[in-house]
């Protein structure tokens, strides 16, 4: 009778237990249907938001214009609409973008003057511990100034949830793009008070990389009751991330090819370096406005990399495209910039190179092949049709800025630049034979003379 009554009590003891347990998920349950949250949420998703919110809710208060760059929440609001503040939308009545299963929400600011000290004090007074990434400020980097100072980078913030904001510094450069620093972990350091380790493989940008956007507007929009900013055009900015890695030059190596060789700022020298400035920015409004990718390659590419500069005695400006990234308005395009057709050689399919000039200055654009193990472009005699051919190693695109502007270039440049100009290409050359000078070119057979007239035109 005693033990009956003992398991009678542990049995009554149980369901108590079990009933407070239902209670308790009903109250949370009831909470987050408050909250608007109806559909299963993670407990790190959960935590996010929480994070998110009262990092949202500090930046308002400083007036700290915060917007998103979370590659998951823009890709949802993509897909759906999403209103300003106070309209209604099929966004409210559940956690649609910001509570996915991720401990790391990512964020950016245009310029570090609006992360103020009252700001980062919030933010410790509320339980974030916040780690800072600092470099060299590329703004004031020239071969003159060679050890900028320190700018902020990079942010992490880790919150009681144990998640984490990453908030990305962007500097505007030259009026004309977008700039933010790179993560590395030979970076140095101010304020460890989180810890970058566990998130690391969780950053969506600057991981290794340094990148570069064209200047974006923002919209407030309103998302799980929650008021953010956003890109205006989110796909455009998502389009823009995988082609975003940006190198800068260097600006020592310049700095001691100038100490070796001198700078030519010889009047003529001065006037080509204006005037090929002007071609290569009428260019790229050409292709910009049509779509069409380039990079800086040859000697263009070579006054670059070697002394972050024109070279005086190139005598042209070299684009180099992607013969997939052809389009037949290329040449419309750009003479309505200003810059006139003068040669055409070869085929799309074949070879194929466009000049144009404006004034005493030629743009030549090749136009590059892709084989299993390389890349090539193709070059023509035009008296004999003898045709050549330049064989690369495979390369990606990165950006740069160059004479002040935004352009492209293999990302992998010295071996680009060894393939075309040699082991020495630091050695300044004045005598150039492009059909015999370059250590990449091979003979590459001969035009049929009946197909001359359509391969090779001068206008």
Known sequence: ???????????FISLCFLLVQVYLYAISLRSLKHQGFTRKISTKGLNAYKTTKEFLLIAAKYNTPLFVMDHDILEALVQYRVGPPGETNTTLGRCKYLCYNNSIRTFGVLDIRWITKGFLKDLKSSGFRSTLIVGPDPRHMSTQYLSPPNTPFHYLFESQYKTYIHLIVFYERRTSYLWHGPVQRTDLIEEPSGNWEPVWPLLQFGREFAGAYAKMEFTLIHVDRLNILVPKFPASFLNQVPQSQFIECNFRQAYNFAAVNGMDNSPEAKD??????????????????????????SGTCLGWFRECNIIPHGLDVDFGIWITDYNSKIVSAMESHGLQLKLEFGKVEDSYELSFVRGNIKLDVFFFYEEYDHMWNGGTEYRNGNKYKYDFPKFTLCWTEFVGVRV????????????????????????????????????????????????????
Request: proline letters at 4%; one cysteine or more.
């Open 1 to 11: 009778m005693h033990r009956s009554g003992i398991l009678a009590g542990l049995l």
């Open 272 to 297: 080509f370096r204006a005037k090929a400035r002007e071609v290569l920015v009428r260019g790229k409004r050409a292709l910009d406005d049509i779509g069409v990718r380039f990079w800086l390659s």
């Open 408 to 459: 492209r270039v293999p990302c992998e440049t010295q071996s680009y630049i060894e393939a075309n100009y040699g082991k020495d290409w630091d050695r300044k050359v004045k005598h150039w034979n492009w059909k015999e000078s370059p250590p990449n070119v091979r003979p590459n057979g001969q035009w049929d003379a009946e197909e001359m007239q359509q391969v090779v035109k001068v206008f």
